[in-house]
């Protein structure tokens, strides 16, 4: 008995919550255009907190939000946060035991120059200090950032001459190292031979030994504009041990994280995609295994898909990887600019695709993506990125906590055959919650690529909502209610564009 009650303990200690499910898009004034790049944590006070990049609509510029939601995804706050005349732009965010403390760039109007930029916050994202640092160029930016085992802080990023026109003329991927009060103890810029190329490190991460690896891509100016991954080490003074680039032809390939496994080895993160010059596309993640020297011990390519987009991964408890960013089923040069959805996907830490789920907030044909990633205290995920809000025509910061399999809708990662859902045996669709107060989410069981609308009746037959959709297996979306839908029971059908019923529930609002 001893061992089970042990096994309990542990599972109590690990996971102490209940998991929640919210699929959230902030709302704001229609003259804001918004994403969230950098992730979402809990804090003490049991409030989710995050930080929006808002762009204004009619006029150029741009700040910062602090977003601040409950548990169930309701809105606390948001607050502008720091300068809004000399803006910051914030991609990375991580938890430390006083806080956090992030990375991007912040403009500076004095100059009219993108410095590099870092900062130190307290459990509430308000300001301890900041720091922002200029170099050689203009355009320069730190994009991503850790706490060492010393409490120093190690960063990663780019310097970057640009053009008036916003055209890069010279890339120098940097890595820096400061002091607990952020005094810069070391810059080291590590740029490859092919110094007509754009470079830039997006990855960090610290060994065991104490040395640093960062990650990143090269764009080749070549006629195919192609890339390829590059990683390199410091030691823990910030010497270059190494830099590699990782050549493979046939491929286009970048990094975007980097994770130290159990083993000492370490992994990179990212995405492979065509040649920009071949007549078929297709996207993998990718992943590349080094050892401490640099030498390549496997790669993998997984999740094939047409182009999908990986942002950012992180490892759980158990060494496995789970990432974020863009599901597209549509051809196009560029994903962001076709009808996509946000994505998350887990692997092992030996590159076996465990499973992925497509998460929906807009209506179709709107593109929206997940950016960042973090693991929530109940075991689940909580997902940063933009969707998009088709009332106002613009995006919206979206948060989204799945549980600890990828759902917004339990038990999403059941299979359920064919066959069952033919004979009436399994549903098509699954809604949850039901009864529901002001929003449910709803999972498909099939593919249905064509206009289908969700139809939302009361007991007289009279119309009350839609929801315009196309159905994919797996995929999850959310439908709000009207706020003037009064309590009581309604139906629920699904119809194509015949008119043909795929789907009929009652549902009950309260």
């Not at 887990?346 to 590159?351: F, I, Q």
């Not at 075991?379 to 910061?397: E, H, I, M, R």
């Not at 989410?441 to 289908?452: A, G, Q, V």
């Amino acid at each position: 008995m001893k061992p089970y009650l042990l096994l309990l303990c542990l599972l109590i200690y690990r996971y102490p919550f209940a998991q929640t499910y919210f699929n959230t898009a902030v709302p704001t004034s229609e003259y804001y255009v918004e994403t969230i790049y950098c992730p979402a944590y809990i804090n003490s006070s049991d409030k989710i907190l995050t930080l929006a990049l808002s762009k204004f609509r009619n006029k150029y510029g741009y700040l910062n939000k602090i977003i601040e939601l409950d548990k169930g995804g309701k809105l606390v706050r948001i607050n502008e946060y720091l300068d809004s005349i000399n803006s910051q732009t914030v991609f990375a965010l991580k938890k430390t035991n006083y806080g956090y403390i992030s990375s991007g760039y912040k403009f500076r109007s004095s100059d009219t120059i993108n410095h590099f930029w870092f900062a130190k916050l307290d459990n509430n994202l308000d300001t301890i200090w900041t720091k922002n640092v200029k170099k050689k160029y203009n355009n320069s930016s730190f994009n991503n950032i850790i706490e060492l085992k010393n409490k120093s802080i190690a960063l990663c990023g780019t310097d970057m001459l640009v053009r008036r026109s916003g055209t890069f003329l010279s890339t120098i991927p940097v890595l820096a190292i400061a002091d607990s009060l952020g005094n810069i103890n070391k810059y080291v810029e590590i740029r490859g031979t092919d110094t007509t190329g754009g470079e830039g490190f997006y990855g960090i991460s610290e060994g065991f030994d104490h040395s640093i690896y960062a990650s990143g891509y090269i764009v080749k100016l070549d006629n195919l504009l192609d890339q390829d991954p590059i990683i390199a080490k410091v030691d823990s003074s910030g010497n270059l041990l190494w830099r590699k680039q990782i050549i493979n032809k046939g491929f286009n390939e970048i990094f975007k994280s980097t994770l130290t496994q159990k083993d000492g080895s370490i992994l990179g993160i990212g995405a492979s995609y065509n040649d920009y010059g071949a007549s078929k596309e297709f996207s993998y993640v990718l992943l590349i295994n080094f050892d401490s020297d640099g030498n390549i011990n496997w790669t993998k390519r997984i999740f094939k898909g047409l182009i999908n987009d990986f942002s950012n991964a992180i490892q759980d408890y158990n060494g496995n990887i789970i990432g974020a960013g863009l599901y597209n089923r549509y051809r196009g040069l560029y994903a962001d600019t076709s009808a996509g959805h946000g994505w998350i996907f887990k692997c092992s830490a030996t590159g076996d695709s465990i499973w992925s789920r497509s998460i929906v907030h807009a209506s179709e044909p709107f593109p929206e993506r997940f950016n960042n990633i973090s693991q929530a205290d109940d075991g689940g995920f909580y997902l940063t990125g933009y969707t998009f809000v088709p009332d106002d025509y613009s995006s919206k910061a979206w948060i989204v906590k799945t549980d600890s399999f990828g759902c917004v809708v339990p038990g999403c990662q059941n299979i359920v055959s064919t066959e069952d859902i033919k004979s009436g045996k399994e549903k098509a669709f699954v809604m949850f919650p039901n009864p529901v107060s002001e929003r449910f989410f709803f999972l498909s069981r099939i593919t249905n690529d064509e206009p289908l609308q969700m139809l939302m009746d009361n007991l007289k037959g009279e119309l009350v909502q839609t929801y315009k959709f196309r159905a994919y297996e797996g995929h999850q979306y959310q439908v709000d209610l009207k706020e003037d839908i009064p309590s009581g029971l309604y139906n629920v059908t699904i119809v194509n564009a015949k008119g043909m019923v795929l789907f009929s529930e009652k549902l009950e609002k309260v």
